[in-house]
């Protein structure tokens, strides 16, 4: 069946450390996108993609990196400068030029 | 970065009563679309709205597409115990040509007493 998939689905990590999240899909789906959602704060966006070898900075970019190699894949990495990174990460993918958005299950990442 | 104001914050109702929440913005917006995330899911797209005063349903669910294109509001009729979640608006300015990105509501969070 065609969809999404993050993994891990919970992750811990001391302080300092890097940590990969990754994100395949395969729906055909030409972007994808981070979310990064937090209790009573909705969610917001990390990066995005709309084609492959090419990405942009969303609104809370800083202290994360990103990459786009295969068009299936977006791997996210939380970097040891992004000061909270305590939060539920969600990877999403689309067809272009539209906001019907299919998400995958959530990677929920915990910072010792 | 820019939000949707979206209302009530949370909502506890008995189960067979009817829900309603809208979103508002100060931007005109192309397209409106309703989310819903269950507890420690992603969200899954519930309804999508392309033109001004359209009004859609979906099973139990209608939503409507705001004259002004600055809102739009998601019924839920006859709630039962699977509609608990939280509900996201969303909405997209994109034209051809531009760079486009989704702006999302802060969300309702429905508890639904059996």
């Known amino acids: 069946d065609g969809g999404i998939t993050q993994s891990p689905k919970y992750l811990f990590r001391k302080e300092g450390q890097n940590v990969t999240l990754s994100c395949e899909q395969n729906?055909?789906?030409?972007?994808m996108y981070w979310y990064r959602q937090d209790p009573g704060q909705g969610l917001r966006l990390i990066y995005y993609?709309?084609?492959?070898?090419?990405?942009q900075k969303g609104d809370i970019a800083e202290g994360y990196s990103v990459s786009r190699e295969k068009k299936e894949s977006f791997p996210l990495t939380v970097t040891s400068a992004q000061k909270n990174p305590t939060a539920f990460y969600l990877c999403?993918?689309?067809?272009?030029?539209?906001?019907?958005?299919?998400f995958g299950e959530g990677s929920r990442l915990t910072v010792l | 970065g820019q939000q949707l104001n979206q209302s009530p914050q949370s909502m506890f109702i008995q189960e067979g009563e009817d829900v309603s929440m809208n979103c508002t913005s100060s931007?005109?917006?192309?397209?409106w679309l309703w989310y819903k995330q269950d507890p420690g899911e992603g969200p899954v797209l519930l309804i999508a709205?392309?033109?001004a005063g359209e009004l859609t349903s979906n099973g139990r669910l209608t939503a409507q597409f705001g004259i002004t294109r600055k809102d739009s509001f998601l019924n839920i009729s006859a709630s039962i115990p699977s509609d608990v979640g939280i509900y996201f608006c969303?909405?997209?300015?994109?034209?051809?040509?531009?760079?486009?990105?989704?702006?999302w509501g802060l969300g309702t969070s429905l508890a639904v007493n059996p």
């Open positions: 999403a993918s689309s067809r272009l030029n539209t906001g019907e958005l299919f």
């Open positions: 729906l055909n789906h030409d972007a």
């Open positions: 993609s709309q084609i492959v070898n090419d990405f």
């Open positions: 931007s005109i917006f192309n397209t």
């Open positions: 709205l392309y033109k």
């Open positions: 969303a909405g997209d300015s994109y034209n051809a040509g531009n760079n486009r990105k989704l702006i």
